[in-house]
């Protein structure tokens, strides 16, 4: 059995920030796909609902949506928010990762 991601408190507290100015809430929908200059690339965004096959991870009333394809990539992850000089982001710690690039968004497994 796969064990999806953790998700820092710190990114729900983010996220709920995020709903609590729009009109609906909104879930983070972490995902892997092919490409990038790593092989794969996380895809980060906001989506209202969830399809029927997700994983929902629950925290702080926020809601972390993982499609089941992206699931094995995921396995043991973390998810979090960062607030840095470079910029405020959410992002993936995949120790599943053997290379990743500079910019933290593509790896290679």
Do not use: H, W
Not at 26 to 53: H, I, M, T
Not at 86 to 96: D, E, K, L, T
């Amino acid at each position: 059995m796969l064990l999806p991601p953790k998700v820092t408190d710190r990114a729900f507290a983010r996220l709920a920030e995020i709903n609590a100015s729009a009109s609906a809430p909104r879930a983070l929908r972490v995902a892997v796909e092919g490409g990038g200059c790593s092989g794969f690339q996380y895809e980060l965004k906001l989506e209202e609902n969830a399809a029927a096959d997700d994983i929902v991870i629950e925290g702080a009333g926020q809601r972390v949506l993982i499609d089941p394809v992206s699931l094995p990539f995921l396995e043991n992850a973390t998810v979090d928010f960062t607030d840095e000089l470079i910029g405020a982001r959410f992002v993936v710690q995949n120790p599943n990762a053997s290379a990743s690039c500079g910019c933290g968004i593509s790896f290679s497994m």
